[in-house]
């Protein structure tokens, strides 16, 4: 669960640590105090999408930290994220003025996916605008999936459709007009006799370019082989190195007995006579490649001139162009033979479609005893929210096998009684809506093991008996699970097992945001003020103080059916 959430520099928040318990956290204050900054910090703590724009005007720097305690080392494991011995993990997040961010699980760096990835496994932030979530009805199918836990189904049957595609997409290929086939043939033929003629051979272009620079500069290179060998080898009138350090070695082989220091001198001429045979011989060979006729440069230039222009047409390289031919051969043998290969795809495509719609009949049959299961549980849920005369299925529609499977889905509602089903944004009120929205997260949320679900003022439009009911719900999630709310309404503050008041005031010029957790002396005014605004009587208070025992009466009488 969340221990503590630090903020430095978030919006109108200068600085701020919030000490969460178990059981339901309560925020409340006067719309603009900063409640939502709070949530916004904690998403950005939690590795979701933020604004440099968030940094406090004047920082060069924002950060929030979150401590969570109790997590399971299963949970993270998979990311290489262990919690301390005693379960406890601190998540922090620096974002900076120039777009920066650096995360950190413990003392680890961590990037903002795996702080996301993370994040989404410690804790559920529902916003206020979740329950317009309700009105897509292209949501329905992933809230259903989601409940029936149809991830392996779905995989299967993903495989199977795009095979089929795949399938589909080479038949469409093959699949052209006469007129049209002729002319791509002879394309095809005409580029693929072009590069046969070339006689291309891998590698030949960087041959070709240093026998050109060799030929181009033929005269420097044979006068410098010339002269190199005359003076290694010698000629008929002269010495050259090789006679003379032959030489030296036999004269200094006369004394190499007598004296270590000459015998010395005896091997390091054997040594240097050797290195420099290899010298000569070497040089000998490239004065003998020097041999080349007269048209020789003109051959190249013309071959390396032709490689030039089919390059243009095929390819950046000679094995670029190969490539390209290969693709033509075969293409060109595809077209030849299509009408046997449409054959063979055709077979394929049968057998495909079969996979694919027994894969589509086993995700739909999960999804519709899955849909039974959440029929039963919402309902349970919308009971408890005051709304037991409600009427609400999942209906099923069959359409073609695509990208999801065969099944059209929507929710449908009837919330008066005599009144026929109908889609949920033609006929839902907005509490309708948030109430249904909440029972649908709570079926969801007991679905994984996130330990700690924020609402963001997911009580928008709910007023009165409905009030109460959502307040003695979220007591109940609270029974198993950490709660923390973001409210307007008294009957859910008073309900909280601990309240924090978001405030804002001025200071030296500047507005700040302070965060603080209230005595129940302190929850009676501000229970008063959410009642009654900025005048509180006496009656007020006395309302507050019946709230708060009304709400410490039902969790007692709750801990006790527990």
Sequence with gaps: MLEMLHIENIAIIERSEIAFTRGFNALTGE??????????????VLGQRTSRDLIRTGADKAFVSAWFSHVPASLCEDLGITPDEDGNLMLQREIHADGKNVCRVGSR???????????????????????????????????????????????????????????????????????????????????????????LKEGEEEVLESRRNLLRNGEKF??????????????????????????????????????????ALYE??????????????????????????PNELDEVEGRLDLLYRLKKKYGATVEDMLAYLDKCRTELDQICYAGDTLERLKKEESKAEKAVMEAARALSEERKTAATALETLVL????????????????????APDATGMD?????????????????????????????????????????????????????????????????????IAGSKQVLCVTHLPQLAAMADTHFSVEKGEREGRTYTNVEELPRQRRREELARLTGGAHVSDTMLQGAEELLL?????????????
């Excluded at 105090?33 to 904690?42: L, P, Y």
């Excluded at 006068?223 to 003379?244: E, F, I, K, M, P």
Aim: one cysteine or more; hydrophobic letters at 40%.
């Design 408 to 476: 059209g889905v929507r929710f449908l509602m009837s919330a008066n009684v005599g009144e026929e089903l109908k889609p949920i944004n033609k006929i839902a009120s907005g509490g309708e809506l948030a109430r249904i929205m909440l029972a649908l997260k709570n079926v969801l949320s007991e679905q994984d093991m996130v330990a700690t679900l924020v609402f963001d003022e997911v009580d928008t439009g709910v007023s009165g008996r409905a009030a109460q009911k959502v307040a003695e719900k979220m007591a109940r």
């Design 31 to 44: 719309t603009g105090a900063g409640k939502s900054i709070v949530i916004d910090s904690m998403s950005a």
């Design 109 to 199: 760096p961590v990037t903002v996916s795996q702080l996301r990835q993370l994040g989404s496994r410690l804790v559920n932030i529902h916003g206020q605008h979740d329950g317009q979530q309700l009105l897509d009805e292209e949501q329905h199918l992933t809230y259903l999936d989601r409940y029936g836990k149809t991830a392996n189904a779905f995989s299967a049957y993903t495989d199977k459709y795009n095979a089929l595609t795949e399938v589909r997409r080479q038949m469409a290929a093959l699949q052209m007009d006469e007129a049209e086939k002729a002319r791509r043939m002879d394309t095809l033929q005409y580029q693929i006799a072009e590069l046969e003629r070339a006689k």
């Design 268 to 293: 390091r001429l054997q040594e240097a006579y050797s290195e420099v045979y290899d010298i000569a011989d070497t040089v000998s060979d490239q004065r003998a490649n020097f041999d080349f006729s």
């Design 222 to 263: 044979i006068s410098a082989v010339s002269g190199c060998d005359y003076c290694l080898s010698g000629s008929d009138d002269s010495d050259g190195v090789l006679s003379l350090l032959r030489r030296a070695q036999e004269a200094i082989s006369t004394v190499r007995n007598l004296d270590e220091t000459f015998a």
């Design 380 to 399: 349970e849920e919308l009971r408890q929210l005051d709304m037991a005369k409600i009427r609400f299925c999942v209906e099923f529609t069959d359409h």
């Design 550 to 562: 009304q709400a410490e009466t039902f969790k007692k009488n709750l801990s006790a059916k527990a």
